[in-house]
């Protein structure tokens, strides 16, 4: 199995900046992508940013120059760094990580969120 712990989150003045960070344990070495999802108040929960083993990363159009999604393999944290933030960008973030069972194939963990807060 794999856990997920998200960190970082917080309340923010509009334009500026906030850093998460998602500690993974377990069964690390069976994660093959990581991301970063989001859920505001009344609506879906939503692709912010993600990044593959191989380094490969997409971005949500909405965040797209501002926001820059990163992994330290050694330590098993994934981060991201938020600049120029937005109220539009007030949400509780999620950790998720897509690793490898036997059993069923590819399963999704998620940590437990963290809100972030901007105020306008």
């Known amino acids: 199995q794999v856990q997920l712990v998200e960190s970082g989150g917080g309340l923010v003045q509009t334009g500026g900046s906030l850093r998460l960070a998602c500690a993974a344990s377990?069964?690390?070495?069976?994660?093959?992508?990581m991301g970063w999802y989001r859920q505001a108040l009344g609506k879906e929960r939503e692709l912010v940013a993600a990044i593959s083993n191989g380094g490969s990363t997409n971005y949500a159009d909405s965040v797209k120059g501002r926001f820059t999604i990163s992994r330290d393999n050694a330590k098993n944290t994934l981060y991201l760094q938020m600049n120029d933030l937005k109220p539009e960008d007030t949400a509780v973030y999620f950790c998720n990580a897509d690793w490898y069972s036997v059993l069923i194939g590819t399963t999704r963990s998620w940590g437990q969120g963290t809100q972030v807060t901007v105020s306008s």
């Open positions: 377990g069964s690390t070495f069976k994660i093959h992508a």
